[in-house]
């Protein structure tokens, strides 16, 4: 056999076994992302809750399992990090050390009326994840979307949130609205995003009966990523100040949560 | 005794038995003649012994026989010749009054017997066409009549009776009557009623004055003892007073004569509109049923409960029952203290958020020292925290305590929670939860005894454990105890069925608290099952000294709202909350309140007023100065001045007179040293009451009790024509003693013919003639 033929023949051979090995994975992604991850079970304590979806751009990248998931960013240490700084600030007794992952259709999520959703301009949910979302924001949940920057992830997140919530407005929140003062007592919401500067952070709501007087149930840091100053915040990477100013949205975030 | 008995009776011994209770026996001889009858009977028997030793055919038992029945027949001579008599008192005639009392009640017309009305009886006796007894009583007495009522009044004419007495007091109204004629010879008094009285009033005391005044009563009962065909809503127990919108569970007994198994359907109807209805089997004689609807309106309103009337009822007017119910448009406040942010917090509020008649102030630990309050109606509220002081605590009508261990209060405020409820009559509900219970170290405090729980020491936990998770953790299957399930709080749906499947689909919840026992004197109406956990208390209360103390021990009920089987539409959990905090502050005292005795009084009945007063440390206040103002049905406002009763601390009363039918509205104010102490609001109606249509059959055993206790006798009409007789022989009145020969009675002379036709019957039977 010719060197020529041998080197095709390994290169054949190894495209195969490449492609033996990538099929499945991308398969088992196109088939809900399953990841090894352990939910714990309901225990009667706070717990952070990460809301998984089907991105609609996936890769591999720096983030768990290797794998750039969209809504694994931050994972775990972003949610640990934040029940450390519960824990010891606040009267809350939350789960430590332990978060759970769950779908939008899934029934468990109803067992926690406080969930997590970033990189939203990657989300496209199916209409049984917005529907399921939806009566979750009904029935009284509460949550919080993260990490979203330009133009186009804004525009996808209000497509989105329309299938979710046809009939409501994303009403822009300032610093008087309740939500910034419910623990910490936040003075002004001129923060930096963690990672590009030049994007000036807004916060929009969605409110019950569309009433800014009633229940926030909704709250999107557009231009913002607040668990990118979570998960780094012990690094030195980000500045401590505007860390504490991430922790103190994300404790407020939690206490308005659980109280209104 | 029948009257057949009597009459044999009275036919073998010329007398009634009447006479022989009231007469004496004596012998119409004197003592020597006596003391020869006796020496006679000493010298006959020798001569018996002389013939006992005759012999012949006799055997010895035949002669023993024949000397018996001789001697039998001797002795019975030997009686009757020292002429045995009954000695009796008897009135001289037209000497003696009697007094009549002919009831003047409504219930009188009820036509139950021939259908003919009851009172048909008196206008047959004492009509212009009079009658045999009515004569009988005037040959033999005065006679003095009186209607009554409410009370006796004298009556000249019996035809002037009309039947339209509202009510009957039977007690009254013989004492009134003995008064009138006590300056005349009395023989007794008569009394003509049904005996459906409903004066509430004892008689015991009444009857005891009688026989210490030696008046005899002849009690005639007329009506039917038990009806044959009717349909009574007999009770209604509602409260006086409920927040408007709340939702009322009232209990209505309905009894029934004749329409055993039968169904009817009871509505309930605010204003003329029907507001709740359901169907009643009538499977025994009171059927108790249970029964929902709202207070939807505010105000004093009228409730009525009623059941068609059916064909064949004797009586239709007691087929309803109407209810004053104050409902009140208040806002009372209820203080939350949380020890830690959690969802039971954000679902409570949310599930009272439109319930504009509580107000849910709710303080939240956020941390140590740090606490966030929701819906304070001024910044000065609970600043500091949880109220240091009564009279900051004791404001509020309700406290809920949340996951809050009991080390973060002073002993002081443990002692003021306790004194919230036994003393202010605050109502405590107490939430399970990480730091509540007995793992909120509560064992042993005085909050401790105020709960309907019993309580355990904690366990100490290291640093490590507690992050490892909570001490305690069971899923619970929540169902209602069968006291639960009629409960107003716990029966969710319109009957028992509705509510037991409502029941029975609500998902699991979940408790951090080991609860196992609850105190003797408390109710259980929730408890839930699950690993490990069998039948622990869910929802538990007691009363404590004023007030009430309620143990809801699930961690999580906000599951109800949130948990993904339950329907968004489903108000469950909005329900349990509203209906678990407006019962948590449902009669709870405010510092001054006032009610009237009844929430019903007969036109010129008196009202009779209660108003008590506290101070904001909630002690009884003695010197205030207490006004209520009455507003009429007109609106006409006038004060009545209250007065210290001086038997009871922070009590006092008034009274005034309702001239107008229709509610009137009380407000009662309290001053003290120029301080308003607080104002308070109540209702009462006066009304034509119908209380004679109920309970109206005959009552036979308070008539003949009567009668027995004062030495009279009960009649019927059928029996009445004794009467007039009967009080000839009566102690009471003008008497002379009379003496009734005995030694003529048949019964003598048959004893005597018995006597000697039996030994001749002997004699002839053992050859001996």
Redesign the interface.
């Given at each position: 056999m010719s060197p020529t033929l041998k080197k095709r023949l390994f290169l054949a051979l190894a495209a195969v076994v490449v492609m033996s090995l990538a099929v499945p994975i991308g398969a088992s992604f196109l088939q809900g992302f399953d990841v090894p991850y352990e939910n714990h079970a309901y225990n009667g304590r706070f717990t952070f809750v990460r809301v998984k979806f089907e991105p609609t751009q996936w890769g591999r990248g720096p983030y768990q399992w290797g794998l750039d998931l969209k809504w694994n960013h931050d994972y775990p240490q972003a949610e640990r990090n934040l029940m450390t700084i519960l824990k010891h600030h606040t009267s809350i007794s939350p789960n430590m050390g332990k978060s759970n992952i769950y779908a939008l259709d899934d029934p468990e999520l109803f067992r926690y009326p406080w969930a997590y959703l970033c990189e939203v301009g990657f989300w496209n949910p199916t209409k049984a994840e917005a529907e399921s979302l939806r009566t979750y924001l009904l029935k009284g949940g509460f949550l919080v979307v993260d990490d979203f920057i330009t133009e186009w992830q804004w525009f996808n997140y209000v497509e989105q949130m329309r299938k979710v919530m046809p009939d409501y407005q994303l009403v822009e929140l300032d610093v008087s609205h309740p939500i910034f003062n419910s623990f910490f007592y936040i003075e002004t919401l001129d923060f930096e995003h963690p990672t590009l500067p030049g994007y000036q952070p807004v916060y929009y709501g969605i409110f019950e009966d569309n009433d800014p007087k009633k229940r926030l149930m909704v709250i999107a840091n557009y231009n913002h990523d607040i668990g990118d100053y979570w998960e780094w915040s012990g690094s030195g990477w980000v500045p401590i100040d505007i860390s504490n100013e991430a922790f103190k949205l994300g404790v407020n975030y939690v206490v308005y949560g659980m109280t209104h | 005794m029948a009257s057949w008995v009597e009459s044999v009776f009275e036919f073998l011994f010329k007398y009634r038995p009447l006479l022989y209770e009231r007469g004496e026996f004596s012998l119409g001889v004197s003592w020597p003649l006596i003391l020869a009858g006796v020496v006679a009977v000493v010298l006959a028997v020798p001569t018996v012994l002389c013939y006992r030793d005759v012999r012949g055919k006799s055997s010895a038992r035949d002669r023993l026989v024949l000397t018996g029945l001789r001697t039998a027949a001797l002795l019975l001579v030997l009686f009757c010749l020292f002429r045995p008599s009954l000695s009796l008192s008897t009135v001289v005639p037209q000497r003696s009054f009697v007094g009549i009392l002919l009831d003047d009640s409504r219930s009188m017309q009820i036509a139950d017997v021939e259908n003919e009305p009851r009172g048909r009886f008196i206008q047959d006796t004492f009509g212009p066409e009079g009658s045999a007894l009515a004569k009988a009583l005037s040959d033999k007495f005065i006679v003095r009549f009186f209607r009554f009522s409410e009370t006796a009044q004298r009556l000249n004419d019996p035809a002037a009776l009309t039947f339209a007495g509202a009510r009957t007091h039977l007690a009254r109204s013989l004492i009134r009557s003995a008064e009138e004629l006590s300056n005349v010879p009395l023989a007794g008094l008569i009394v003509m009623s049904d005996g459906a009285d409903n004066s509430n009033a004892a008689i015991s005391d009444t009857l005891l004055e009688l026989q210490a005044r030696k008046v005899p009563v002849y009690t005639v009962g007329l009506g039917r003892e038990r009806f044959t065909k009717d349909i009574e809503i007999s009770r209604v127990e509602a409260p006086r007073s409920v927040l408007v919108g709340s939702s009322l569970i009232v209990d209505v007994t309905i009894s029934q004569r004749g329409f055993n198994g039968e169904t009817v359907r009871l509505d309930v109807e605010d204003d003329g509109r029907i507001v709740s209805s359901r169907e009643v089997e009538l499977s025994s004689e009171a059927t108790t049923v249970r029964i929902h609807f709202t207070a939807a309106d505010p105000g004093a309103r009228i409730f009525r409960f009623r059941v068609a009337t059916k064909e064949g009822e004797m009586v239709s007017q007691n087929n309803q029952r109407d209810q004053l119910i104050y409902v009140e448009d208040e806002r009372p406040k209820i203080l939350y203290f949380e020890?830690?942010?959690?969802?039971e917090?954000?679902?409570i509020?949310?599930a009272v958020a439109d319930d504009e008649n509580l107000q849910v102030v709710?303080l939240?630990?956020?941390?140590?020292n740090?606490y966030?309050r929701?819906d304070i109606d001024d910044p000065e509220e609970l600043a500091s925290g949880f109220p240091k002081t009564r009279e900051e605590l004791f404001k509020y009508r309700g406290l809920i305590l949340g996951s809050i261990e009991a080390s973060h209060f002073t002993h002081d405020q443990l002692r003021m929670i306790a004194d919230f409820v036994s003393q202010r009559g605050g109502g405590l509900l107490v939430l399970g939860g990480?730091l509540a219970l007995s793992e909120g170290g509560y064992a042993g405090t005085p909050v401790a005894d105020v709960l309907p729980v019993v309580l355990s020491p904690a366990k100490e936990r290291s640093e490590a454990e507690?992050?490892a998770?909570?001490a305690f953790?069971s899923t619970l299957t929540v169902k209602p105890t069968p006291f639960g399930a009629t409960h107003p709080v716990t029966q969710f749906g319109p009957d028992l069925d509705a509510s037991s499947e409502r029941w029975a689909t609500l998902p699991p919840l979940?408790t951090?608290n080991d609860v196992t026992a609850v105190k003797p004197g408390a109710t259980t109406l929730l408890t839930g099952s699950g690993p490990g956990v069998d039948e622990q208390p869910v929802l538990v209360f007691q009363r404590y000294g004023r007030g009430k103390s309620i143990a809801f021990t699930v961690?999580?009920s906000?599951?109800w709202?949130?948990?993904?089987?339950?329907p968004?539409e489903d108000m469950t959990h909005e329900l349990l909350w509203r209906k678990l905090l407006r019962w948590l502050v449902s009669y709870v005292p405010q510092q001054v309140s006032i009610s009237a005795e009844k929430h019903r009084y007969a036109p010129g009945e008196s009202v009779s007023l209660l108003a008590e007063t506290d101070d904001d440390r909630f002690l009884k206040v003695n010197n205030a100065q207490v006004t209520a103002t009455v507003r009429t049905p007109s609106g006409e406002r006038f004060d009545v001045p209250m007065e210290w009763t001086v038997d009871k601390d922070g009590e006092y009363r008034g009274n005034f007179l309702p001239r107008e039918k229709g509610i009137y509205e009380i407000t009662v104010s309290a001053m003290r040293d120029g301080v308003e102490l607080g104002t308070a609001r109540a209702f009462t109606e006066s009304q034509d009451l119908d209380d004679e249509y109920f309970q109206a059959e005959m009552r036979m055993a308070l008539l003949e009790r009567v009668a027995h206790e004062t030495g009279g006798r009960f009649y019927t009409p059928d029996t009445v024509a004794r009467l007039p007789e009967d009080m000839t022989y009566a102690e009471g009145g003008m008497t002379v003693r009379e003496q009734h020969d005995l030694w003529d009675m048949p019964f003598i002379f048959l004893m005597l013919v018995g006597l000697v036709g039996s030994e001749w019957g002997y004699r002839k039977l053992r050859g001996l003639a």
């Open positions: - | 020890g830690e942010p959690r969802y917090v954000k679902f509020r949310r709710c939240l630990r956020t941390a140590e740090k966030y929701i990480r507690e992050l998770g909570p953790f979940s951090l961690n999580d906000w599951l709202q949130m948990h993904h089987d339950m968004l």
